[in-house]
């Protein structure tokens, strides 16, 4: 018996409602599933270790202009980190750097890749340099100029280097803009 695309033949065989009893069944089981989860939540008891902080990267970036010798920068990165947690209000054992776009210059007859190559090979470095930078998330790239929270930063040449930086707080809930 031939069929037509698109148009169904009602018959009086048990095989039309099969596939739907199998559906029914699947989703009854699955709203018991639902029902059968049990969340449970307990507070520490006193005696009990402090839990580790909750941070969340706050999407206000700023930017820290690194000095030439890269090895030295420790104490500019932790003064401008410090700075910066001070400016927003924040408790300094609450926040923290947590991601990093180190920027490398480049001069006008070379490409960007040759500024993020240069800013490649500082990181070993900058990480050395604080151990505010030691285990953050830190990218690289190349440019000549950069717009940080609405304000623009010369990188500028060969051997000049900007840290953009974003920090994790440990607090309340954030409430910025991270869509701008």
């Known amino acids: 018996m031939a069929r037509r695309f698109g ?3 009602r018959s009086d065989s048990s095989e039309d409602g099969t596939g ?3 559906a029914d069944l699947f989703l009854a089981m699955f709203v018991v599933g639902l029902g059968s989860a049990i969340v449970t939540t307990s507070a520490p008891s006193s005696g009990a270790a402090p839990t580790e902080k909750t941070f969340q990267l706050s999407c206000q970036e700023f930017a820290i202009k ?3 010798n890269v090895a030295n920068s420790g104490p500019v990165v932790e003064s401008e980190v410090a700075a910066e947690i001070a400016r927003r209000g924040w408790a300094p054992e609450a926040s923290k750097p947590g991601l990093a776009i180190v920027m490398g ?3 006008s007859s070379e490409a960007p890749g040759n500024g993020d190559a240069r800013a490649r090979q500082i990181l070993p470095r ?3 340099a604080s151990p505010l930078l030691e285990k953050i998330e830190m990218r690289t790239v190349g ?3 950069v717009t940080v929270d609405g304000q623009q930063f010369t990188v500028g040449n060969s051997g000049s280097y900007l840290m953009v930086v974003y920090l994790l707080y440990s607090g309340q809930q954030l409430e910025e803009d991270c869509a701008r």
């Open 105 to 107: 210059g480049y001069n």
């Open 20 to 22: 739907w009893i199998y």
């Open 126 to 128: 900058l990480r050395s």
């Open 66 to 68: 690194l000095p030439g």
């Open 7 to 9: 148009v169904r033949r």
């Open 143 to 145: 440019a000549r100029t």
